[in-house]
């Protein structure tokens, strides 16, 4: 769906990243190779809370092959904390130190000659645990009496706060009807094919740490990865990588390069920690929310929504690691696609032995818009009005944007009826209806469902903070460099990492559209964070709109100065250079014009044909910063602008259920989306068919699950369960746009929608299939056990 106007926004490009990537030419973390490298290995705390009594490593030290073992005590030595963001005082090392707080902590670590090695002396090491009780309830672990987990806190209550928008108490003392509902929102893991990992060479002599690491932010926080490893942060070398899949679940990865830090500093040689698929599950420092929801959503008899009420006990496993961060995420878009008038939103964040939460796909939103959804379906229902129809009834007008919403983010644009209203043809709703009847009848469970939610991109970092009361952080910037070579080729340099998008066919697309030539010519190169400028990375669905800006801008810079190059030797003013067909040339004389290869040879090789005092070459960096962000007011009624291009879209799965075995098969999975000016069709296809995998796989299958002594039961991929292609049907997607006034193009973000409407949109459709039993979905993911138990629980209603 390209725009009128533009050759190369809005065109399917092939990528240029897939030859490399299919070929396996990509260079991986563990494709890294150093001469001298050791490999570690790491124990794991089989307790879910246990103090370390004594560690014995003398006979993983005399192994042969062994050069070093540490253990907590020597994290402490070797290392400072973890980086954490939060205010909250909840330390961790990359090693335990004192006491295990979750089954699969790290308490040691080892370097080897190889991994074989290294593995056999971790089996040697002798560690007396003192085993204390495990807390994994979050609502037991507040309870005052409870076993701690971090003694030098007052409690496992690690932070209470509610903040409110608006006249909530009026609009329920006014409202018709209060709809409730409890929800269950479970714990689960991004699953990159490529697990977490780390090279790291270290020389004592200049105190300098290279670092090759699939981490996603090699420059937004290499300084606080320099202050865990003790170096100075100008002597912090992160080597951008190859990602082999993220989903957002490698934003920092200090446990990895802790331990190959420490261990390479230790034994003079670089350092190479993978870890195992095991590590990954157990031990991954970014899994997804773990939440309870007690929500209300104020009504009047006529289906439309006056307030919205959200408690949430989150349980945030046994470290903090980002804070309140995923519900500043949420808070983006509490109240969705709707004209909500005010809104109140509690947290309550829990501390329990089990592996931490972090962030990813998603970030917490996710299960904000399961949420909402959830209580609009519940509304429709007790209403008995259509589910189409009270949606309908309360989306915010496409007039009203930029809309404000009660907590003060502003949503940039949307038409939401249209979005829809695509969705319901391509379905063909009616038919739908009347094939799900005609099944029903034959005692077939059909479901059809529906959600309609909120993607939010382009992060604000006020979200980090505003829970606080002291300001933080206020940029998240991306760069890049643009230069023209001597010979007319343009060169981009990136300073974040390929984390699994498309970098670089977005890039070439942008300088192609600037300049007037084909992406083919575009060559992208990527640069260590040493030599990096301002870059936050990959995360938030922020990356196409960050970097079309940051291409622009450098665009910009470079044409003045091939404009001065061209107009010198053509005599004519500056400002009548246009670009266009890989030439510049004067407005209205095409023919009076130059190539790009003719600039670039002036500008590199021939000073005296240059205007006065220009330097020679032509390269331009720019760095652009969140396009729209506000403060949030001191008393925090207003939150400010954090989250404002709000990309949209509409769900419509069918499925078929049997409610003797909890067996869910989806027929049919319709999708649009409107994420603003599309810059590459075939890549946004591609991003939100892997996203809606991800939400099927959280709503039916996914789930880090404990027992009740913190045992993880879900530690191989036999017990963690994956959608794959023998569950997913064949996807029909369609767009809407509607571009973004705040952004270059118009561009919104597009990466994480799939996930973060799938869990509503597939619980809808199983409610609605077993609507004639009674059931009610609250909780995901939705197990064959968990859909058994409803059914039953519904005959005995």
């Known amino acids: 769906m390209a725009t009128a106007q533009r050759t190369w926004i809005g065109t399917d490009v092939p990528r240029l990243e897939d030859p490399k990537l299919l070929a396996g030419r990509a260079t991986y973390v563990d494709d890294v190779k150093l001469p001298g490298m050791l490999h570690a290995a790491v124990l794991r705390s089989p307790h879910a809370h246990a103090r370390v009594a004594r560690i014995d490593v003398s006979r993983a030290r005399s192994l042969p092959g062994v050069f070093a073992v540490i253990t ?54 002798e560690v007396d645990y003192e085993p204390l009780p495990a807390i994994t309830d979050p609502f037991e672990a507040m309870k005052p009496g409870a076993p ?15 903040l409110s928008f608006g006249d909530v108490a009026g609009d329920f003392a006014t409202a018709d009807r209060v709809i409730r509902r409890r929800l269950r ?60 899949g993220s989903f957002g679940s490698k934003h920092v990865l200090g446990k990895v390069i802790a331990i190959a830090g420490m261990l390479a500093k230790l034994t003079g040689r670089p350092v190479k920690f993978m870890e195992d698929r095991v590590d990954n599950l157990v031990a991954c420092e970014n899994l997804a929310c773990d939440r309870y929801y007690d929500s209300e959503l104020a009504i ?85 009005i259509d589910p189409v129809e009270i949606r309908r009834r309360n989306f915010i007008p496409p007039d009203a944007f930029p809309f404000k919403t009660p907590q003060g983010n502003v949503y940039d644009s949307g038409n939401y009826p249209a979005v829809l209203g695509r969705a319901l043809t391509m379905a063909g709703w009616e038919e739908l209806r009347r094939m799900q009847a005609e099944a029903r009848r034959r ?57 699994g998008n498309s970098p670089e066919t977005v890039v070439a697309q942008t300088v192609a559209e600037e300049f007037g030539i084909d992406p083919s010519q575009v060559t992208v190169a990527y640069e260590s964070s040493q030599h990096g400028l301002p870059s936050a990375g990959p995360g938030g669905s922020r990356m196409t709109v960050m970097l079309t800006g940051a291409v622009a801008g450098a665009a910009r810079k470079l044409k003045r100065k091939m404009a001065q190059i061209v107009a010198h030797h053509l005599e004519a003013a500056p400002e009548d250079i246009a670009f266009a067909g890989g030439r510049a040339m004067i407005r209205g004389a095409p023919d009076k014009a130059l190539s790009y290869a003719e600039i670039g040879f002036k500008a590199y090789w021939f000073k005296l044909d240059l205007p006065p005092e220009m330097e020679s070459g032509l390269e331009a960096r720019h760095t652009y910063d969140h396009p729209y962000l506000t403060m949030p007011s001191p008393d925090r009624k207003d939150l400010g602008a954090f989250y404002p291009m709000m990309a949209h879209g509409a769900h419509i799965p069918v499925v078929e259920v049997n409610p003797h075995t909890g067996q869910v098969r989806l027929l049919r999975y319709v999708a649009v989306h409107d994420v603003g000016t599309i810059v590459n069709p075939k890549s946004l296809r591609g991003q939100i068919a892997g996203g809606i995998t991800q939400g099927i796989g959280m709503a039916l299958y996914e789930e880090c699950a404990y027992d009740a002594h913190g045992q993880p039961l879900s530690a191989s991929f036999m017990d963690y369960l994956l959608p794959t292609a023998m569950e997913v ?60 138990s409803w059914v039953e629980a519904a005959r005995r209603r």
């Open 72 to 125: 907590g005590e020597d994290a402490r030595d070797l290392s400072n904390p973890l980086p954490a963001f939060c205010a909250e005082p909840v330390v961790e090392y990359a090693l335990a130190v004192d006491k295990a707080r979750y089954v699969g902590e790290a308490v040691a670590a080892v370097a080897a000659v190889d991994r074989y090695t290294a593995e056999d002396a971790v089996a040697l090491i």
């Open 148 to 162: 701690k987990v971090h003694e030098n806190l007052p409690s496992n209550l690690v932070f209470e706060k509610t």
């Open 185 to 244: 929102y479970h714990r689960a893991s991004a699953q990159p094919l490529e697990t977490a990992g780390a090279v790291c060479r270290y020389d004592p002599f200049s105190q300098r740490m290279d670092v090759w690491s699939n981490t996603n932010m090699i420059n937004y926080v290499g300084w606080l990865l320099a202050n865990t490893l003790k170096v100075p942060a100008s002597k912090l070398n992160i080597i951008p990588l190859y990602v082999g």
């Open 300 to 384: 009047t008899r006529d289906g439309i929504f006056k307030s919205l009420r959200v408690r949430v006990v989150d349980d945030y496993g046994a470290y903090f690691q980002f804070g309140h961060g995923t519900h500043g995420n949420a808070l983006a878009q509490a109240t969705g696609a709707y004209r909500i008038r005010s809104l109140e939103y509690t947290v309550r964040c829990a501390l329990t032995n089990k592996c931490q939460q972090g962030v990813f796909r998603g970030a917490g939103s996710d299960a904000g818009n399961f949420n909402l959804e959830r209580l609009v379906d519940a509304a429709a229902r007790e209403l008995g």
């Open 443 to 499: 005692g077939s469970y059909i479901g059809i469902g529906l959600a309609t939610a909120h993607q939010r991109s382009v992060y604000g970092p006020t979200e980090f903070w505003f829970w606080y009361d002291t300001p933080g952080l206020t940029s998240v910037p991306e760069s890049v460099g643009l230069a023209l070579g001597p010979t007319g080729e343009f060169i981009v340099t990136m300073f974040s990492p390929f984390w």
């Open 729 to 788: 049907p064949k996807f029909e997607i369609g767009h809407v746009e509607t571009p973004s006034p705040f952004t270059e193009y118009g561009v919104k973000g597009g990466g994480e929608g799939g996930r973060m409407i799938a869990p509503a949109a597939v619980a809808s459709a199983v409610e609605d299939a077993l609507a004639p039993l009674g059931v009610r979905v609250d909780e995901v993911p939705m197990t064959p056990e968990r859909i058994v």
